[in-house]
């Protein structure tokens, strides 16, 4: 059970008000709220050790280092890696994607298939598709039936001997469905392809286990668990990492440069060029000490609640339609009123103080298939309340009342 009135006063801003109303913040699928015990550690950095890492001998850099390099064993431990310099500090999912799809850029030849799923977050298509730009491989889909799932019948279809890459996310982000990893990763590699998984959705939600998955890649963004924004990380099995060349040259990522020849660092500073986001990949460290200390079964628990409790409530609503209905589900709510643009409930919902976030959720060929503009997106933390739903319900029927 989640003590939820103190994990609320944890978190300043959800006592703030918006247009004269309490603040209902439910778009955490966007990034998540930011507790006291986050914050205390980015004024502590700024406020006492602030330095740059790995260089100086003084002692302030040697504080920021060794609380930095903290941080990486705590995010290693998070995600159960084998080793620590298995995890690659990004500036986020995107970057960790970048990184990755560029690396494959010189290890991928012309008629190489990569298979990407029909759920993915734009950071998930676009780098893709440079890549088979670049290489001339093919870019492959999964698609999805009306529930939101992917459907896996075509996914064995779409494997074979030239299937070096295979791209899903965890969870979905506009709709919030589970996608079943474990059998993607596994079919992947009978036919020898590697496999990243898009974890920015999934990691506040559940706590993955790179090793028991036998992932190759896995990323993800701070800012979505209870972190800061640009920070996040990259984990990649050792043999893969050796394998990738660097993504920027720069400081921190040699071992020696003269003009004629420059020989790269070991990991994971091959994959850190210049100086990094040294309080931000801190303050990521705090993130996952703070959600750990709650526990993610907890977690996982509560949100279903929620889940549940919104679905019910809003199904309700005449005219309403919720798209995502994946038997395997997190605490998304995507949906549209009859007749009714998701922005201008979006813009009354705001008036009420309730946060929620309208569109096409950076994953427009979901709305192509279900031929809508956007949804309106509500997303559920562990440190809402079904008394907020509540409050979103009756702000719908507002909207409807008023817009109709
Ligand atoms: C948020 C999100 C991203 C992008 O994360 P950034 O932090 O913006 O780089 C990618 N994929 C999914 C599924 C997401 O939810």
């Not at 064993?73 to 995890?87: G, L, P, R, S």
């Not at 993130?287 to 993610?296: K, V």
């Not at 199904?315 to 709510?333: M, P, Q, W």
């Amino acid at each position: 059970m989640l003590d939820l009135k103190k994990i609320r006063a944890d978190f300043p801003i959800l006592s703030r008000e918006v247009n004269g109303k309490p603040l209902v913040y439910f778009d955490n699928a966007a990034t998540s709220q930011t507790p006291q015990q986050v914050i205390d550690v980015i004024v502590d950095y700024y406020s006492n050790y602030n330095a740059n890492i790995h260089r100086g001998v003084h002692t302030l850099s040697q504080e920021a280092t060794d609380k930095y390099e903290a941080a990486r064993h705590t995010i290693q431990k998070h995600f159960n890696a084998a080793h620590a310099h298995e995890i690659i500090y990004t500036s986020g999912t995107t970057h960790s994607i970048n990184l990755v799809a560029s690396g494959f850029s010189s290890l991928l030849q012309k008629g190489d298939e990569i298979i990407v799923s029909a759920l993915e977050h734009h950071s998930n298509i676009v780098p893709w598709q440079m890549l088979c730009e670049k290489t001339g491989a093919i870019l492959k889909v999964i698609p999805m039936n009306q529930d939101g799932e992917l459907v896996m019948a075509e996914y064995d279809k779409l494997l074979n001997e030239n299937t070096k890459l295979v791209f899903v996310n965890h969870i979905s982000n506009a709709l919030g469905t589970i996608n079943p990893i474990e059998e993607i990763i596994e079919k992947a590699h009978q036919v020898g392809a590697a496999v990243l998984i898009d974890g920015a959705q999934a990691c506040p939600h559940v706590k993955p286990d790179v090793q028991a998955l036998d992932v190759d890649f896995y990323v993800a963004s701070a800012h979505k668990i209870c972190g800061p924004t640009g920070v996040g990380m990259l984990y990649g099995k050792e043999e893969w990492l050796n394998k990738l060349p660097p993504y920027q040259g720069g400081g921190e990522m040699i071992a020696e440069v003269s003009f004629t020849k420059t020989t790269y660092a070991g990991l994971p500073h091959k994959f850190e060029a210049g100086t990094p986001n040294i309080c931000g990949g801190i303050a990521f460290g705090a993130a996952l000490d703070y959600m750990n200390a709650i526990g993610f079964d907890a977690i996982a628990k509560y949100e279903q609640e929620l889940l549940e409790y919104a679905t019910k409530a809003l199904l309700e609503i005449e005219g309403l339609k919720i798209y995502g209905t994946a038997k395997n589900k997190t605490s998304v709510v995507s949906f549209n009123l009859e007749g009714i643009h998701p922005y201008d409930v979006g813009t009354i919902l705001d008036k009420l103080g309730i946060a929620v976030r309208t569109g096409h959720h950076c994953a427009q060929p979901i709305m192509d298939y279900f031929k809508i503009p956007g949804t309106v997106r509500a997303s559920f933390a562990f440190y809402n309340t079904k008394e907020e739903i509540d409050t979103l319900v009756s702000g719908v029927k507002k909207a409807k009342m008023m817009l109709s």
